[in-house]
T-cell receptor
Framework: KNEVEQSPQNLTAQEGEFITINCSYS?????LHWLQQHPGGGIVSLFM???GKKKHGRLIATINIQEKHSSLHITASHPRDSAVYIC???????????FGKGITLSVRP | KAGVTQTPRYLIKTRGQQVTLSCSPI?????VSWYQQTPGQGLQFLFE???????NKGNFPGRFSGRQFSNSRSEMNVSTLELGDSALYLC??????????????FGPGTRLTVL
């Protein structure tokens, strides 16, 4: 079983919809990161969470440490939000970050 | 400030050869991390350097090595290439103490193809 699980694996939405992407992990962590990867490979760090909730523009990220779960919400989705969204956790072990497989989001106009 | 740069962007090698990839972090960043991304395994942590010292290493064979120079530029080397080494290699830099709680800034990656 992977230490970091993301769901759903693929997601298609219509422009304007509210989108939720989930991440569950099975180990103790000190931090969780949400990353966005566009076609071509470039990765952008969206959020780093250790507790609570963060908001940036149309993106909101939450984390529940007790339930070992985080969600990334996108409000008023737009085709430019189409990308792979990757969750990564810092387990404090020798491997600095452990990554989920990512979720491919496609937002249709 | 200029972003993280990686060279070369694309590389084709044959099995058994060795390869060196380069990463220039954002000016002032002292931490550089390397990652391998493949379709099957996704993103995996390779190693992290801070002020010329390797602080963390992932679960990769000894064929994978790296170093960091005094100007924070970093190189990674893969010797005796195998077909399975074909991947996108990404580096990321962060400021401060380079903790995993710091924001990482990723480069565009080097796509390595091993034939």
């Amino acid at each position: 079983k992977n230490e970091v699980e993301q769901s759903p694996q693929n997601l298609t939405a219509q422009e304007g919809e509210f989108i939720t992407i989930n991440c569950s992990y099975s180990v103790g962590i000190s931090a969780l990161h949400w990353l966005q990867q566009h076609p071509g490979g470039g990765i952008v760090s969206l959020f780093m969470l250790s507790s609570g909730k963060k908001k940036h523009g149309r993106l909101i990220a939450t984390i529940n440490i007790q339930e070992k779960h985080s969600s990334l919400h996108i409000t008023a989705s737009h085709p430019r939000d189409s990308a792979v969204y990757i969750c990564a956790v810092d387990t404090g072990a020798n491997s600095k970050l452990t990554f989920g497989k990512g979720i491919t989001l496609s937002v249709r106009p | 400030k200029a972003g993280v740069t990686q060279t070369p962007r694309y590389l084709i090698k044959t099995r058994g050869q060795q390869v060196t990839l380069s990463c220039s972090p954002i000016s002032g960043h002292r931490s550089v991390s390397w990652y391998q991304q493949t379709p099957g395994q996704g993103l995996q942590f390779l190693f992290e350097y801070f002020s010329e010292t390797q602080r963390n290493k992932g679960n990769f064979p000894g064929r994978f090595s790296g170093r960091q120079f005094s100007n924070s530029r970093s190189e990674m080397n893969v010797s005796t290439l195998e077909l399975g080494d074909s991947a996108l290699y990404l580096c990321a830099s962060s400021d401060g103490l380079g903790l995993s709680t710091d924001t990482q800034y990723f480069g565009p990656g080097t796509r390595l193809t091993v034939l």
